[in-house]
């Protein structure tokens, strides 16, 4: 029976799923095309989950199981709007799944957002985590891909900053956010444990940072964080929690769970107070920015208290304090972008669809299906795409059950059609080079792996020549 064949646009945690899902079920052959521009698979779980977190980090090898199956082929340093548009892939295969996650980022809306020093957590993330978009090579040469937004700095600009630091402010009450603080006041021997690249590393180590201010427009008991990772922050040494009492006042609207930890924990270490450490993390609930102060460089953030008033509107109560600030990082939320020739739904920033299923001009699209936060917005944790992509791929079956999808392509049209225009994707053979030379660059200096950042150093790794 002839197989058939489904493209999946992004390697990341919701595009591995979808495959995963696909190659699990037993009722039709299936043969799996996963298209990444980058050249290495994984996405947010490469390029998104801070280096101090290995346990999270190390779910790729389990990603890798899928991507290493005989059905599934990983096309690396393959972009959609560079190499082939959207229809040229829909020419080649059955079914499509849109996986390209969401790698825009929110902005504040305040003035004085625009000054050096005031970035995406984004922007920070993607450089501590090595990714290449940030890292140019030596020649310059920066990521431009029309299916992505090219980062507002590179590795050079965020080096300056982050040394040039010593007082930062992190909007947001996420897990991102704390990732950024931990980064941020880190000691560095705990960092030159993970597996950053050297060049970061080396970056981190001249820092002088001393305080980080966290702002939460509303109370404790709104935070997104995970209780795990809110309690790292209170194991770091030499490193003062504060949180002043205003702030930790019970909120009487908290709910669930995770929000009563959290308070759990913040009243711990409000009740601690100061030990004297020569670093601090600031939390202040109940405020948000309004408005970045700076000549050239930003220098302080005006701020002003919150509440939530009678209808349940969150309002302004007065100034707040103004922070001393040489870095603000917005962690206030991700946002999906258009890829040319896909739906897209600029208000929600994301495909639109029903149960997976494309809708382009009001009608469900034959054979195209979406998944991941491009599907549902940047919403969950790594796991909630397993189960997001089995609602899609669950659609798509049921679409081949009903007689709306039939196989009509072979799997080898694609490559054929990449090959004609004399391009060489990376495969999984490329990507177990890549890992071995990280693996043996880390063991080098006393570490299990060490990055590599550069897209002309992960060629050279997986032997492969650059386009």
């Known amino acids: 029976m002839r197989p058939y064949v489904v493209a999946i646009i992004g390697s990341g945690p919701s595009g591995i799923y979808a495959a995963e899902a696909l190659c699990q079920q037993t009722d039709v052959?299936?043969?799996?095309?996963?298209?990444?521009?980058?050249?290495?698979?994984?996405?947010?779980?490469?390029?998104?989950?801070?280096?101090?977190?290995?346990?999270?980090?190390?779910?790729?090898?389990?990603?890798?199981?899928?991507?290493?199956?005989?059905?599934?082929?990983?096309?690396?340093?393959?972009?959609?709007?560079?190499?082939?548009?959207?229809?040229?892939?829909?020419?080649?295969?059955?079914?499509?799944?849109?996986?390209?996650?969401?790698?825009?980022?929110?902005?504040?809306?305040?003035?004085?957002?625009?000054?050096?020093?005031?970035?995406?957590?984004?922007?920070?993330?993607?450089?501590?985590?090595?990714?290449?978009?940030?890292?140019?090579?030596?020649?310059?040469?920066?990521?431009?891909?029309?299916?992505?937004?090219?980062?507002?700095?590179?590795?050079?600009?965020?080096?300056?900053?982050?040394?040039?630091?010593?007082?930062?402010?992190?909007?947001?009450?996420?897990?991102?956010?704390?990732?950024?603080?931990?980064?941020?006041?880190?000691?560095?021997?705990?960092?030159?444990?993970?597996?950053?690249?050297?060049?970061?590393?080396?970056?981190?180590d001249g820092r002088a940072v001393t305080d980080v201010h966290v702002l939460g427009r509303r109370g404790p008991a709104h935070t997104s964080f995970t209780t795990k990772e809110l309690r790292e922050l209170g194991d770091l040494d030499g490193v003062d929690i504060v949180i002043d009492p205003f702030d930790h006042d019970l909120d009487p609207a908290a709910v669930g769970k995770v929000a009563l930890r959290n308070l759990g924990v913040l009243s711990d270490w409000a009740e601690r107070g100061s030990r004297g450490a020569?670093?601090?993390?600031?939390?202040?609930?109940?405020?948000?920015?309004?408005?970045?102060?700076?000549?050239?460089?930003?220098?302080?953030?005006?701020?002003?208290?919150?509440?939530?008033?009678?209808?349940?509107?969150l309002v302004a109560d007065g100034p707040g304090p103004e922070l001393p600030a040489d870095l603000v990082v917005r962690s206030v939320g991700y946002r999906g972008t258009a890829l040319p020739g896909v739906p897209y739904d600029e208000g929600k920033a994301r495909v639109p669809h029903a149960e997976g299923r494309v809708i382009r001009d009001g009608s469900f699209a034959t054979g195209e299906y979406v998944t991941g936060w491009i599907k549902r917005g940047p919403t969950g944790v790594i796991g909630t795409n397993k189960s997001d992509a089995v609602e899609t791929v669950t659609s798509l079956l049921t679409d081949i059950a009903d007689g709306e999808l039939t196989a009509r392509h072979n799997p080898d049209e694609l490559g054929r059609l990449l090959a004609g225009r004399g391009i060489d994707p990376l495969g999984m053979g490329d990507w177990r080079r890549i890992d071995a030379a990280e693996i043996a660059r880390g063991q080098s200096q006393g570490r299990d792996r060490a990055t590599l950042a550069h897209r002309s150093d992960l060629f050279a790794a997986a032997e492969h020549e650059d386009r």
């Not at 799996?32 to 801070?50: H, I, K, M, S, T």
């Not at 980090?57 to 959207?86: A, C, H, Q």
């Not at 090579?137 to 507002?152: N, R, S, T």
């Not at 007082?167 to 897990?175: E, F, I, L, P, Y």
Request: aromatic residues 6%; hydrophobic residues 40%.
């Open 29 to 204: 052959p299936v043969a799996v095309a996963v298209l990444d521009r980058l050249p290495v698979p994984f996405g947010l779980v490469r390029y998104g989950v801070a280096p101090d977190h290995p346990s999270i980090r190390s779910i790729r090898n389990i990603l890798e199981r899928t991507l290493s199956r005989p059905e599934v082929r990983f096309y690396g340093d393959v972009s959609v709007g560079r190499d082939l548009t959207v229809e040229e892939l829909r020419g080649t295969v059955d079914a499509v799944i849109y996986a390209y996650g969401a790698a825009s980022d929110r902005r504040l809306g305040i003035p004085g957002e625009e000054l050096d020093g005031s970035i995406a957590a984004a922007e920070l993330v993607a450089w501590y985590c090595g990714h290449p978009d940030v890292h140019p090579d030596l020649d310059g040469a920066a990521a431009d891909e029309p299916d992505q937004p090219v980062p507002a700095i590179d590795a050079a600009a965020a080096t300056r900053l982050v040394g040039s630091t010593r007082s930062a402010v992190v909007v947001g009450v996420g897990n991102v956010a704390l990732d950024v603080v931990r980064i941020l006041i880190r000691p560095t021997e705990d960092l030159a444990r993970t597996d950053m690249a050297e060049e970061v590393l080396k970056a981190l």
């Open 278 to 313: 020569d670093r601090r993390i600031h939390f202040h609930f109940w405020t948000r920015p309004t408005t970045l102060v700076g000549d050239g460089r930003v220098h302080s953030v005006i701020t002003e208290r919150t509440m939530i008033d009678s209808t349940g509107t």
